[in-house]
């Protein structure tokens, strides 16, 4: 892939402090950068940008807003919207959140997240930033995410205008379904694909499955293909590395990113 397109999430390489991250980006050639909220905050939001814009990196994402079905949700989602301007990305990517305590109600949680964004989604836009609904695996719909396909997020996201809602396209989430393809189409059509994410998925996963992303290239995904197929849906924006995974978390972080950064340029 084009390395100008290429985005290291920072959770991909979490044990290094930010400012090496930084500074081992500038030394490597990476554009980009996708920034998470708690180690920004660590850091300071105001530090955390002065520092990325003196570094010439681009923050092609926020992580995250969302868990809309907890309390509390609209102050927070309000305070990421006010951080993504601060650090000076357009896009917060959403990990809308599953079901209330206590409830088996999918539909209704689904019905929460929707009318949640109907209330950010003016704030955002006034704001210049654009709300990316991630979808995720169907395995997380009870406790993370109850929008587990990207029609699920279009939905959602066509009740908007394509510069406050669209969505965020991650591999390691979509690529099991045979109807993404044509979703991804029906985004690119709308200008709503925000965000594109790459992992890969290796089995077996791990104990709590949260942090099995594969390292680009050593699992089940073609990852070429979706690159294909997100051209040719006419997205052309930065194409971001999101890995959770304890082994790769364990190793020299410089390394890893390295590593990853040839595998992106495989692809």
């Known amino acids: 892939m084009n390395p100008d397109r290429f985005s290291i999430n920072q959770m991909t390489v979490r044990q290094l402090p930010l400012p090496v991250l930084v500074a081992e980006c500038v ?20 530090e955390t940008a002065a520092l990325v814009q003196e570094a010439g990196l681009k923050v092609t994402t926020l992580c995250r807003g969302g868990f809309f079905t907890t309390d509390g949700w609209e102050a927070d989602n309000r305070a990421a919207i006010d951080e993504a301007a601060a650090l000076g990305t357009d896009t917060l990517v959403l990990v809308s959140g599953g ?3 206590g409830s088996r109600d999918l539909p ?23 709300l990316a609904i991630e979808p995720l695996h169907p395995m997380y719909a009870s406790d993370r995410c109850a929008i587990s396909t990207l029609d699920q997020a279009l939905d959602i996201a066509e009740r908007f205008p394509a510069d406050q809602v669209g969505v ?3 591999t390691y989430h979509l690529w099991w379904d045979d109807r993404a393809p044509a979703a991804v189409e029906r985004a690119g059509a709308e200008g709503r694909v925000h965000s594109f994410q790459l992992a890969d998925w290796t089995t077996p996963l791990p104990e709590g499955v949260l942090n099995g992303r594969g390292q680009l290239g050593t699992g089940a995904i073609d990852l070429s293909w979706w690159a294909s197929l997100l051209d040719g849906a006419g997205y052309t924006g930065p194409v971001e590395v999101e890995l959770f995974n304890d082994a790769l978390w364990a190793r020299d972080g410089v390394e890893v990113l390295e590593e990853t950064v040839n595998a992106f340029l495989k692809i």
């Open 27 to 46: 030394r490597l050639g990476v554009p980009g950068i996708g920034l998470w909220r708690d180690p920004v905050k660590e850091y300071g939001v105001e």
């Open 99 to 101: 079901l209330p305590p």
């Open 108 to 130: 209704g949680a689904r019905a929460r997240i929707a009318d949640a964004i109907g209330v950010l989604a003016p704030y955002a836009g006034a704001r210049g930033i654009r």
């Open 168 to 170: 965020t396209v991650d």
